[in-house]
């Protein structure tokens, strides 16, 4: 996938980390603006309950009742309600305790309290003072965190950029490598955190290395296999024409079909080896595929001598893949039929064990000295004089493994000549 269609794990970190940050700024800067506000309004109410005791303090000045609206450094006026002499603007039925009241000099915090000889004594502040009290202790309050997450945001693009360079090494190291290259990457230089995402890429790795090993040896065997039918094809098809006679027609002809349907089974069998694992393959009774298959071989030359004997036992219910089925099946017989003949009664049983389902292919024929490199693809035992691929087995032992079952080549229990193919399948 190009960068242009996903974000990069940097991206994706940057941008979480970064959303996180300004939320928390967020809640943390709401949270600091209603406690800050509140706290310094309740300072302000303070100051102003505080300044109305110490004006009723002995030797405060207010005693004996006089009054006065001088200002202090905080804007504060002083007076006593209701006093006789002029110059007050409070109003003289203001109630004791904490209220805001409008004035001719606008609006005002005003704490009331009754002094000792019943005259009551009010203390008074503009809001306007008070909010710029108030501004002042929220920008002070606010500032920081307002100021740090810009900070944090870049020390977050930092820290990530610095925590994800050793990926980024392992990219270029990767980017830098020659086409083809599966060498597995360095385990000193590795992030623990991709450990095991890297262990995986590397098995994976392993198992296309095999798959391509075997598909670029598959690929050379099948070459050399196609190259001496073709060229006999070919020589066939030249000596036709050069044909002198219609006797000599016919005959060199006859042997040009030969050669070209020996060349069609091998292209068939190479066919069916390079084909996919998961391709559909339906499942039908294995009565049949058994059907199927005799029918299939009734009409080969090399059967007419033949002697076939099926006994499925009761397993003709048993479901198989229909594909799959018909050419393991199809090849054990077939090759029984072109060693053994009639050499003697070809069987084929099938029954079925607990959890298996086991079926049995059993010739007469030469046997087979070397079971195990029976089924390797293009193998041929020495001294055959049958024409063959080489191919037939391998299909079959890698269709069984497909299907999850076992294939074996086993000499035949009672002593005679011969061999009895085994395959077990699970149920």
Same mark, same amino acid.
């Given at each position: 996938m190009s960068s242009s269609n996903a974000l990069s794990l940097r991206t994706r970190l940057i941008t979480a980390l970064m959303l996180v940050i300004l939320v928390v700024t967020g809640i943390a800067t709401l949270w600091a603006f209603q406690r800050a506000q509140l706290e310094a309004k309740e300072a302000q109410d303070g100051l102003l309950t505080r300044v109305s005791q110490i004006m009723d303090s002995p030797g405060a000045g207010f005693a004996q009742g006089e009054p006065?609206?001088? @200002?202090?450094?905080?804007?504060?006026?002083?007076?006593?309600?209701?006093?006789?002499? =002029? &110059?007050? $603007?409070? !109003?003289?039925?203001?109630?004791?305790?904490?209220?805001?009241?409008?004035?001719?000099?606008?609006?005002?915090?005003? %704490?009331v309290r009754t002094l000792a000889d019943g005259q009551k004594l009010a203390v008074a502040q503009a809001t306007a003072v008070r909010q710029d009290a108030v501004n002042e202790t929220l920008i002070s309050t606010l500032a920081p965190i307002l100021i740090s997450a810009p900070l944090m945001m870049v020390l977050v693009w930092l820290v990530v950029s610095w925590a994800l360079r050793p990926v980024d090494k392992l990219r270029k190291e990767l980017a830098a490598r020659e086409d083809g290259s599966l060498d597995p990457l360095p385990e000193h230089?590795?992030?623990?955190?991709?450990? &095991?995402?890297?262990?995986?890429?590397?098995?994976? *790795?392993?198992?296309?290395?095999?798959?391509?090993?075997?598909?670029?040896?598959?690929?050379?065997?099948?070459? *050399?296999?196609?190259?001496?039918?073709?060229?006999?094809?070919?020589?066939?098809?030249?000596?036709?024409? @050069?044909?002198?006679?219609?006797?000599?027609?016919?005959?060199?002809?006859?042997?040009?079909?030969? #050669?070209?349907?020996?060349?069609?089974?091998?292209?068939?069998?190479?066919?069916?080896?390079?084909?996919?694992?998961?391709?559909? /393959?339906?499942?039908?009774?294995? #009565? /049949?595929?058994?059907?199927?298959?005799?029918?299939?071989?009734?009409?080969?030359?090399?059967?007419? !001598?033949?002697?076939?004997? $099926?006994?499925?036992?009761?397993?003709?219910?048993?479901?198989?893949?229909?594909?799959? =089925?018909?050419?393991?099946?199809?090849?054990?017989?077939?090759?029984?039929?072109? %060693? @053994?003949? !009639?050499? =003697?009664?070809?069987?084929?049983?099938?029954?079925?064990?607990?959890?298996?389902?086991?079926?049995?292919?059993? /010739? *007469? &024929?030469?046997?087979?000295?070397?079971?195990?490199?029976a089924v390797a693809a293009f193998h041929r035992e020495a001294g055959q004089h049958i024409p063959g691929s080489g191919l037939g087995l391998a299909i079959t032992n890698q269709t069984v493994a497909r299907l999850g079952g076992k294939l074996e080549l086993l000499s035949r229990s009672d002593g005679q000549s011969g061999t009895c193919a085994v395959i077990t399948l699970p149920r």
């Open positions: 006065s609206d001088a @200002a202090d450094e905080s804007s504060l006026t002083v007076e006593i309600l209701g006093a006789a002499d =002029g &110059g007050h $603007w409070l !109003d003289a039925n203001l109630s004791e305790g904490l209220q805001t009241v409008e004035t001719s000099r606008g609006e005002q915090r005003v %704490y230089r590795m992030p623990a955190e991709i450990a &095991g995402f890297i262990q995986a890429l590397e098995e994976h *790795h392993s198992r296309a290395a095999t798959v391509l090993e075997e598909q670029q040896r598959f690929a050379a065997e099948a070459a *050399h296999e196609l190259r001496t039918p073709i060229a006999a094809v070919s020589f066939q098809a030249e000596h036709l024409v @050069a044909a002198r006679n219609e006797q000599e027609r016919s005959e060199r002809g006859s042997a040009l079909t030969s #050669g070209l349907e020996r060349l069609r089974g091998l292209c068939e069998q190479l066919l069916i080896m390079g084909q996919p694992e998961n391709r559909p /393959d339906t499942a039908v009774p294995l #009565g /049949d595929i058994a059907k199927s298959v005799a029918q299939n071989l009734m009409v080969l030359p090399e059967s007419e !001598d033949a002697e076939v004997s $099926w006994d499925l036992d009761g397993c003709e219910s048993e479901s198989l893949p229909e594909i799959a =089925g018909r050419i393991v099946i199809q090849n054990l017989v077939h090759n029984a039929i072109r %060693y @053994a003949r !009639d050499a =003697g009664p070809i069987e084929i049983c099938a029954q079925r064990l607990k959890d298996t389902l086991v079926i049995q292919v059993q /010739d *007469h &024929g030469p046997g087979i000295k070397e079971p195990s490199k």
